[in-house]
């Protein structure tokens, strides 16, 4: 069984940044894709940005040139760097991971925007 564990989220100022940290542990044999997602009030759950173990990025429309996600194969960890943040990147962001036969879910963290 693998376990995300979410960190960094809070409350940031419209236009500021922050960093969300994700990190993997337990039965893991190898990762093939990393991502954030995130939910908003009264909105689906929509997927922010992607990492492959091979470093190939996908990110939805509305974070392209402000996201940045990354990915630390050897320790199991992605992160999400988010510059010129904006209201309504409000949202509970979660980490997911998956690999051949299992995928895993973080349990999530608020992410606050003041403007």
């Known amino acids: 069984q693998v376990q995300l564990v979410e960190s960094g989220g809070g409350l940031v100022q419209a236009g500021g940044s922050l960093r969300l940290s994700c990190a993997a542990s337990g039965s893991i044999f190898s990762i093939t894709v990393m991502a954030w997602y995130r939910r908003a009030p009264g909105k689906q759950r929509e997927l922010v940005a992607a990492?492959?173990?091979?470093?190939?990025?996908d990110y939805a429309d509305s974070v392209k040139g402000r996201f940045t996600i990354s990915r630390d194969n050897a320790k199991n960890t992605v992160d999400l760097q988010m510059n010129s943040v904006k209201p309504e990147d409000a949202a509970v962001y979660y980490c997911y991971a998956d690999g051949s036969w299992w995928n895993a879910w973080g349990q999530g963290t608020q992410v606050t925007v003041s403007s």
């Open positions: 990492i492959t173990s091979g470093g190939a990025t």
